[in-house]
């Protein structure tokens, strides 16, 4: 009997200009990637402004940051997991230059990042982060990237 895969519905949304970016069909690969049960959600690639508002009025922190996730959770039992990712471009790109990261691989990672956020994992404690660093860790490399997290 073969067990059925989670299902991704993922709606991605550029809030600022596409050039230079993923395509949305990349982004949904690095999410699927990522999937631990079945989700909904949208992803949003936002510019710098958004990224600091969304951030401080949200969390609290007057910055843009390169990945927030809104976990909703689910909407009855059996529902699919749901929530929004957010990804600010400007600073992820300028993460990865300074990381001598591939564009590429730093979004799959924030992708990755934030899809198992919103399943779930968090890094608040020592123990948690090793955990979900080793899952991001395992997805990007069974995906062809090089180890997110080498210093």
């Given at each position: 009997m073969a067990t059925d895969r989670p299902k991704l519905s993922l709606s991605v949304q550029y809030a600022v200009d596409k050039d230079g970016l993923p395509a949305s069909a990349s982004f949904r690969t690095w999410a699927r990637a990522a999937l631990q049960g079945d989700v909904e959600a949208a992803l949003r690639i936002v510019d710098e402004a958004e990224g600091r508002a969304l951030n401080r009025d949200y969390r609290g922190k007057d910055y843009a940051t390169?990945?927030?996730?809104?976990?909703?959770?689910?909407?009855?039992?059996?529902?699919?997991?749901?929530?929004?990712l957010v990804l600010c471009a400007p600073v992820v790109a300028r993460e990865a230059a300074e990381q001598g990261k591939a564009l590429d691989a730093h979004f799959a990672h924030l992708t990755i990042h934030g899809m198992l956020h919103?399943?779930?994992?968090?890094?608040?404690?020592?123990?948690?982060?090793?955990?979900?660093?080793?899952?991001?860790?395992?997805?990007?490399?069974?995906?062809?990237?090089?180890?997110p997290y080498l210093k």
């Open positions: 390169n990945v927030l996730t809104f976990a909703y959770g689910r909407q009855a039992e059996g529902a699919p997991m749901t929530g929004d919103l399943q779930g994992y968090d890094h608040e404690t020592h123990d948690d982060a090793v955990i979900m660093e080793a899952v991001e860790s395992f997805i990007m490399q069974h995906m062809g990237y090089p180890e």
